[in-house]
């Protein structure tokens, strides 16, 4: 089935640490978003990015489709940062139907 | 611009009651979905559709029933609504090549 598996679950920042966020994903894509959940429920697109780097601000995002990866930089951590990072896949394989990971929860401590 | 407005915000409903959540968007997408996120999860895909008057399941319909017969509206409909529908639930349209905009989402209670 559909596998999208994200790295590490949790994880505790010092505010102005840097951190990456991995996601994994089992086939070819159509879509990749990066999307922060925050602590009122609001989903917040960050990235679209099926391939390729973007940056926006402190936050940057990489996509490796051939090797089926994605990672999501966050620099210079600050308390607004927390909360939980979804990576979302449309697989080639199952069209028009984003699967969502599990999420990695960031705490970010001033 | 709007984007993706859902209604109500917030909602508790009796077991066995039925309601329907509204979901509209101003972007002219064709894709609209529906999600639920139970707590501490991701989100599953309830149902799905790529233009007026064409829906299909997702992973989780069981309980739910959709229609979209503008391209703006997508309601989404709990008949008998029973205590595992708990759940905050979103809705989403898609444009290709810029991806998925969520709308901010409704907490639904069934006690």
């Known amino acids: 089935g559909i596998q999208v598996e994200q790295s590490p679950p949790d994880l505790i920042l010092q505010e102005g640490a840097n951190s990456t966020l991995r996601c994994n994903f089992s086939?070819?894509?159509?879509?990749l978003q990066w999307f922060h959940q925050n602590p009122w429920g609001q989903l917040i697109n960050l990235f679209y990015?099926?391939?390729g780097t973007k940056q926006n601000g402190r936050l940057s995002a990489t996509t490796v489709a051939t090797e089926r990866y994605s990672l999501l930089y966050i620099s210079s951590s600050q308390t607004t940062d927390s909360g939980v990072y979804f990576c979302?896949?449309?697989?080639?394989?199952?069209?028009?139907?984003?699967?969502f990971g599990a999420g990695t929860t960031v705490t970010v401590r001033a | 611009n709007a984007g993706v407005t859902q209604t109500p915000k917030f909602r508790i409903l009796k077991i066995g009651q039925s309601m329907t959540l509204q979901c509209t968007q101003d972007?002219?997408?064709?894709?609209m979905y529906w999600y639920r996120q139970d707590p501490g999860m991701g989100l599953k895909l309830i149902y799905y559709?790529?233009?007026?008057?064409?829906?299909d399941k997702g992973e989780v319909p069981n309980g739910y029933n959709v229609s979209r017969s503008t391209t703006e509206d997508f309601p989404l409909r709990l008949e008998l609504a029973a205590p595992s529908q708990t759940s905050v639930y979103f809705c989403?349209?898609?444009?290709?090549?810029?991806?998925?905009?969520f709308g901010s989402g409704t907490r639904l209670t069934v006690v």
């Open positions: 979302a896949v449309e697989l080639r394989s199952n069209d028009y139907k984003l699967s």
């Open positions: 086939d070819s894509v159509n879509n």
């Open positions: 990015i099926p391939s």
């Open positions: 972007m002219n997408h064709n894709y």
């Open positions: 559709s790529v233009g007026a008057g064409i829906t």
């Open positions: 989403a349209s898609n444009r290709a090549d810029y991806g998925y905009t």
